[in-house]
């Protein structure tokens, strides 16, 4: 995926993201030429790739340190959109560098149920405790860059 820029933000998608992303966005093509133009707008996942474009371009990047978008111990490195046109039980987690002006968006949670061994806030929280995602933003971009599929996310 090739890094975009929003609102003075340059933008990458962390293999994990792309992955989901590709693949909500080929089901979404699909759907677009086979349901009816009033089906293919109320379809959940139509909803759902149009809620994400919005949150990373519009709601993420005015500020990624807002305090809606913090996240306590051990994740405070990270931010999370909830709600926000997202289906209530989704999260989407990312890591914003100031300095840099560099938003890295690292993965699409679901589901969201307080508790559930597998609730999107333990996984990633595993994710983080485990060393599964690097922490500087140097690796984090080599890890955007070696995933590069070439796919243009302007959809």
């Not at 111990?73 to 999260?91: A, F, H, I, N, V």
């Not at 333990?122 to 984090?140: A, C, H, R, W, Y």
Request: proline share 5%; glycine share 6%.
């Amino acid at each position: 995926m090739t890094a975009f820029n929003c609102n003075g933000w340059q933008i990458f998608f962390y293999p994990l993201f792309n992955e989901q992303w590709v693949e909500l966005r080929n089901r979404v093509r699909i759907l677009k030429n086979d349901l009816p133009k009033q089906e293919f707008i109320q379809h959940p996942d139509a909803k759902l790739l149009k809620a994400l474009n919005i949150g990373i371009k519009e709601k993420i990047t005015q500020d990624p340190f807002t305090s809606y978008f913090v996240l306590q111990k051990p994740l405070q490195k990270y931010g999370r959109l909830k709600k926000m046109g997202l289906t209530e039980r989704y999260r989407l987690f990312f890591r914003a560098f100031r300095e840099q002006k560099i938003i890295i968006i690292l993965w699409l949670g679901y589901p969201r149920k307080e508790g559930d061994k597998k609730d999107c806030y333990q996984f990633f929280t595993k994710k983080v405790e485990n060393g599964e995602l690097p922490d500087s933003i140097n690796d984090l971009r080599a890890e955007c860059e070696l995933d590069d599929s070439g796919d243009n996310n302007e959809d």
